[in-house]
């Protein structure tokens, strides 16, 4: 019987052995994959947009490297974008980290400013291959699809009242001036948009933007866990995070088009 026993608990000891090796070489597969998204997506922009530098162009890399050059060529980058954007006519959003504004425009006319509180952004789109990133900001991002947590256009449905005597103005309160106001803005070329309240004085405002941000993780590490399963590096998205006033940024939200366009001078 002792031996039975004896037996039972060196077999439970390998199994456990067995089953913490596996699973920390799961964990070691997945980091390594992990680190190795950021460095793909930036050998993906580097061969889009990077410049070439060779003898037969003519172009310096110690000029191209140059940071009072690429100073300039942010700006250029920057008003490029802008100058597209202004003769599409349409309405568009500009972003431009190094004063913490969002501007809402108009045919290079802004029409809405508002002060971030405070800004995050991917290491690569500030310390990257500065050629490569400028080159890409110089044309306007495109909205592809948006998440959030308030109604892009807000509907009301009514039965229309036979006579003016069943008429009955509207007296429903706005609950969207209360809502918590959290979206993702999902551009073009992988790049994110991340827009957050800045007031969350109320703990389920707090709540709210905390669920938000875990189901983003959750679906992103999803999606990171089926491209590992058949050995491939996952999708990595270069991200903006921002924090604006809640007014501004539903302003923001309802004003862009659905497939709006936006300028980011980082």
Known sequence: MEIKDGKKRHFGK??????????????IYYSIMSMLAPVRKMEEI???????????NGIDRQVVNDSSYLKL????????????????????LTLNLEDSTANIEISGVVVHKSKM???KSSKMLLT????AILSMLSTP???????????KEPVMIKMAPKDTSEYKPDIMPDTSITEPVNYILEMNRGIRI??????NIKFSERINQIKFDLKDRLRDTWNALKR??????????????????????????????????IAVFS
């Open 73 to 92: 060529l942010k700006e250029k980058a920057f008003l490029q974008s802008r100058i597209l954007l202004a003769e599409s006519d349409s309405i568009y």
């Open 228 to 261: 590992i399963a058949v050995f491939k590096v996952p999708e990595y998205h270069p991200f903006i995070k921002i924090k604006l006033p809640r007014s501004d940024a539903k302003i923001i939200y309802r004003a862009i088009p659905k497939n709006g366009q």
């Open 14 to 27: 390998i199994t456990f052995i067995v089953l913490i090796s596996i699973l920390s070489v799961l964990i």
């Open 117 to 119: 509180r405070s800004f």
């Open 141 to 151: 991002f495109t909205i592809l699809y948006a998440n959030a947590t308030i109604k």
């Open 194 to 199: 991340y827009v957050y309240q800045e007031e």
């Open 128 to 131: 990257g291959n500065d050629n």
């Open 46 to 56: 580097k061969k889009e947009f990077d410049v070439k530098v060779n003898d037969k």
